[in-house]
């Protein structure tokens, strides 16, 4: 902690992946992050806080969706895109006149944010802790072999139990809608706005976005991709048909291990793709898995990682 309140940069445990946070009141700490990623100064970061009551001061307008999300997921996998409060640097915004806030499922972390915040701390801006683009860590591991001499620290708090992204919803109006799939499920995300007369719409397109003007993290049409070319398919015969003709043309191919639990699926996801990459295949290949709850968000990162760089 005493790292980020001096402007540091420490790789930190979420529930979700690993982030490479540093002090979000501290606007060059925060320039650091996007230097050390290689990441657009254009690409806006989530802001991490303690609890609902510090994510409302960080909104100019905290609306029922909201609210309403905020009480069923936080501590978890949700991000909220709100209107930005004047609190919030530009830097953190990417100069855009919102802000996406989230309340990580990590005790760690969580304590880090207490404390941070009682030092007058808004929170910490954290992507994350990789180099722009490429796979996700879940592992302190992971983060050591990306950015081990570019980073001031790596609190390890083990493996990531969700294994993907939070799912980000944009809750300026309503309807709230997705634009980001993650690891709160699209599905329970309707029924609890359906509770409370509310309703949600995806604004979800896998190709949708190709610029480094996107409203919110992970929105780019190539992102999370292993060095190795990815080709995905949606039955088991596509995948074994396209193994037999790489292997055909004399290529070495990885064939990603497909879980039928998609929990698993997802909690394994990064760490299966850093060994296809790590194995020096000359191809991965991967069955995508259905679209409903959880599985939407392993076949976005799926389909986002095999796209054309």
């Known amino acids: 902690m005493d790292l980020l309140s001096t402007g540091r940069l420490v790789a930190v445990p979420t529930e979700t992946v690993y982030g490479l946070a540093a002090d979000a009141s501290n606007e060059s700490a925060v320039d650091a992050i996007f230097r050390t990623k290689g990441r657009p100064t254009t690409h806006p970061l989530i802001l991490h806080v303690a609890d609902i009551a510090h994510a409302r001061r960080l909104s100019r307008s905290w609306t029922a969706p909201a609210e309403v999300l905020a009480r069923l997921c936080w501590p978890g996998p949700l991000s909220i895109l709100t209107e930005a409060s004047t609190n919030v640097p530009q830097v953190v915004t990417a100069g855009r006149d919102t802000v996406v806030l989230r309340v990580p499922d990590?005790?760690?972390?969580?304590?880090?944010?207490?404390?941070?915040?009682?030092?007058?701390?808004?929170?910490?801006?954290?992507p994350s802790a990789n180099r722009f683009g490429s796979i996700s860590p879940t592992t302190a591991p992971h983060v050591m072999a990306e950015l081990d001499t570019q980073i001031d620290a790596v609190?390890?708090?083990?493996?990531?139990?969700?294994?993907?992204?939070?799912?980000?919803?944009?809750?300026?109006?309503?309807?709230?809608?997705?634009?980001?799939?993650?690891?709160?499920?699209?599905?329970?995300?309707?029924?609890?706005?359906?509770?409370?007369?509310?309703?949600?719409?995806?604004?979800?397109?896998?190709?949708?976005?190709?610029?480094?003007?996107?409203?919110?993290?992970?929105?780019?049409?190539?992102?999370?991709?292993?060095?190795?070319?990815?080709?995905?398919?949606?039955?088991q015969a596509e995948v074994d048909g396209a193994r037999r003709r790489a292997e055909a043309r004399g290529q070495r191919v990885s064939v990603?291990?497909?879980?039928?639990?998609?929990?698993?699926?997802?909690?394994?996801?990064?760490?299966?793709?850093?060994?296809?990459?790590?194995?020096a295949a000359?191809?991965?290949?991967?069955?995508?898995?259905?679209?409903?709850?959880?599985?939407?968000a392993v076949r976005d990162r799926l389909l986002r990682a095999s796209a054309k760089r």
């Open 106 to 126: 990590h005790p760690a972390t969580l304590r880090i944010l207490h404390a941070l915040h009682d030092r007058g701390s808004i929170g910490i801006a954290a």
């Open 282 to 296: 000359d191809l991965i290949v991967a069955l995508l898995p259905d679209p409903a709850g959880l599985g939407a």
């Open 256 to 279: 990603l291990p497909h879980e039928d639990d998609v929990y698993e699926y997802s909690r394994r996801l990064y760490s299966a793709l850093r060994q296809c990459d790590e194995d």
């Open 155 to 235: 609190l390890d708090g083990g493996p990531c139990r969700v294994g993907v992204e939070s799912t980000i919803i944009d809750c300026r109006r309503e309807p709230a809608t997705i634009l980001r799939p993650g690891g709160i499920e699209a599905e329970a995300i309707a029924v609890a706005l359906a509770e409370h007369g509310l309703s949600v719409v995806s604004g979800h397109d896998v190709a949708a976005v190709d610029t480094s003007g996107a409203i919110a993290p992970g929105m780019l049409r190539s992102h999370y991709a292993p060095r190795t070319p990815l080709a995905v398919f949606g039955t």
